[in-house]
């Protein structure tokens, strides 16, 4: 054994006495597979293994210190005693990454990258369990200052003159941080399944790791949810048809179920309607209840453009302008992602139209839920047109107006 190794075994047990105690210490260094191995530097010649056994030694004294106080689950209680041990918790993390990634760049054995691996494990189990307390306790804590806890509790100590954006500032973190404890509080099944899964695969389970699988577990909620309001929906329509609206109208405005042929996926393509569609036959084949002189404003995509132009000539109307309306948010799309969308105006005969040229063609207002107008449009409308008025596939009722669809009280 040179010098340099002697000087690593010296540098160790001082390291660790205070921690785990002499005795242990040099028990551990015996037990080491590393105090007689060596291996090539990349740069070229040998290479003691001395500064990397001092390095191993010394994170696993406090690898093991950190077994001690957690095998019990004897997380901190006090909130701010809980946040200092996530901060430290993370760095220590970082460290043993870092430390797994030298291991493998190296080629040491196989024992040493487990001991290390089961390391880590335990770190980061322990430290997503203090996360998922810290995020129990920061749901406590009013969100505007002068307020209390909505529970009395002996684990949290919230000064009351305190926002929770200043407390959780305080604490070391910021807003988004305390957001993602929070949510981990919320999913203690999905955090337990993740290390599970994580151990399973010989890996280490990471805060994003388990977010990621909340977010996709709420998506395959939503999806579900989604589909079973169209199934819902279609036997409503098979079951209980909807009486048509009675007589003829001057203006109708009508926003088709178009035939996107996509299903909604809340974590993929978000596009598909959340309602049973039409096909371009069945819209073709529909009877509109118009006036001789009507006016129709026809509400269409990109992709049906041309479709409901083909429409307006099917029901008798002669295509007249389109109006723009920039939705202020950007959207979903395929070579563009969208954020206007159409309405094509067509005219029948000769309707009464109450123009005093202030309205434009362009209506800029922020979009809202899927399928939802802007009101600005109802508004034009209604200054614009005279004669009775019909919402045709209609979400919303309306003063003025009648309203025909499967929900029509949806907003």
């Known amino acids: 054994?040179?010098?340099?190794?002697?000087?690593?075994?010296?540098?160790?047990?001082?390291?660790?006495?205070?921690?785990?105690?002499?005795?242990?210490?040099?028990?551990?260094?015996?037990?080491?597979?590393?105090?007689?191995?060596?291996?090539?530097?990349?740069?070229?010649?040998?290479?003691?293994?001395?500064?990397?056994?001092?390095?191993?030694?010394?994170?696993?004294?406090?690898?093991?210190?950190?077994?001690?106080?957690?095998?019990?689950?004897?997380?901190?209680?006090?909130?701010?005693?809980?946040?200092?041990?996530?901060?430290?918790?993370?760095?220590?993390?970082?460290?043993?990454?870092?430390?797994?990634?030298?291991?493998?760049?190296?080629?040491?054995?196989?024992?040493?990258?487990?001991?290390?691996?089961?390391?880590?494990?335990?770190?980061?189990?322990?430290?997503?369990?203090?996360?998922?307390?810290?995020?129990?306790?920061?749901?406590?804590?009013?969100?505007?200052?002068?307020?209390?806890?909505?529970?009395?509790t002996t684990d949290t100590i919230v000064e009351s003159f305190k926002t929770k954006s200043q407390t959780v500032e305080e604490l070391g973190f910021n807003t988004k941080q305390a957001e993602r404890f929070e949510t981990l509080a919320k999913h203690p099944e999905i955090v337990a399944q993740a290390k599970a899964e994580a151990r399973e695969a010989d890996d280490i389970?990471?805060?994003?790791?388990?977010?990621?699988?909340?977010?996709?577990?709420?998506?395959?909620?939503?999806?579900?949810?989604?589909?079973?309001?169209?199934?819902?929906?279609?036997?409503?329509?098979?079951?209980?048809?909807?009486?048509?609206?009675?007589?003829?109208?001057?203006?109708i405005a009508m926003d088709p179920p178009w035939n996107y042929g996509t299903q909604y996926d809340a974590g993929g393509r978000r596009v598909g309607n959340p309602y049973p569609e039409m096909t371009q036959a069945d819209l073709l084949n529909m009877k509109v209840p118009s006036a001789d002189n009507a006016i129709m404003f026809l509400w269409t995509t990109q992709r049906f453009i041309w479709d409901a132009k083909e429409l307006l000539s099917a029901w008798g109307f002669e295509y007249r302008n389109v109006i723009v309306w920039d939705k202020q948010n950007i959207g979903m799309g395929d070579l563009f992602r969208m954020q206007c969308e159409f309405c094509l105006v067509g005219i029948k005969g000769k309707p009464t139209i109450d123009n005093n040229h202030a309205h434009r063609d362009i209506i800029q207002e922020q979009r809202r839920e899927h399928s939802r107008k802007p009101d600005a449009f109802y508004k034009m409308v209604d200054e614009l047109c005279v004669g009775r008025k019909l919402d045709f596939f209609s979400r919303q009722q309306r003063d003025g107006w009648v309203t025909f669809g499967n929900e029509t009280n949806k907003f």
């Not at 205070?18 to 105090?35: F, H, M, P, Y």
């Not at 994170?59 to 901060?87: W, Y």
């Not at 579900?224 to 007589?247: L, T």
């Open 1 to 152: 054994m040179d010098g340099k190794t002697r000087s690593a075994e010296r540098m160790w047990v001082e390291c660790g006495k205070d921690l785990i105690g002499t005795a242990i210490c040099k028990r551990l260094l015996r037990e080491s597979v590393l105090v007689h191995r060596r291996t090539v530097h990349p740069r070229g010649g040998k290479l003691t293994t001395a500064p990397f056994l001092c390095l191993f030694l010394t994170v696993s004294v406090k690898g093991l210190a950190m077994d001690i106080i957690t095998q019990n689950h004897n997380l901190p209680t006090a909130i701010d005693d809980l946040a200092k041990f996530v901060l430290v918790g993370r760095e220590k993390m970082v460290s043993v990454r870092a430390e797994i990634r030298a291991i493998d760049k190296l080629g040491l054995g196989k024992e040493v990258r487990q001991q290390k691996l089961d390391e880590g494990q335990m770190i980061a189990d322990a430290l997503l369990d203090a996360e998922v307390r810290l995020g129990e306790l920061m749901r406590e804590i009013p969100k505007s200052a002068g307020g209390r806890p909505s529970e009395k």
């Open 205 to 251: 389970v990471s805060r994003s790791f388990v977010l990621e699988k909340i977010k996709s577990k709420a998506q395959q909620v939503k999806t579900e949810a989604v589909k079973a309001d169209i199934e819902r929906q279609r036997e409503e329509i098979a079951n209980q048809p909807i009486a048509s609206p009675e007589g003829l109208f001057d203006v």
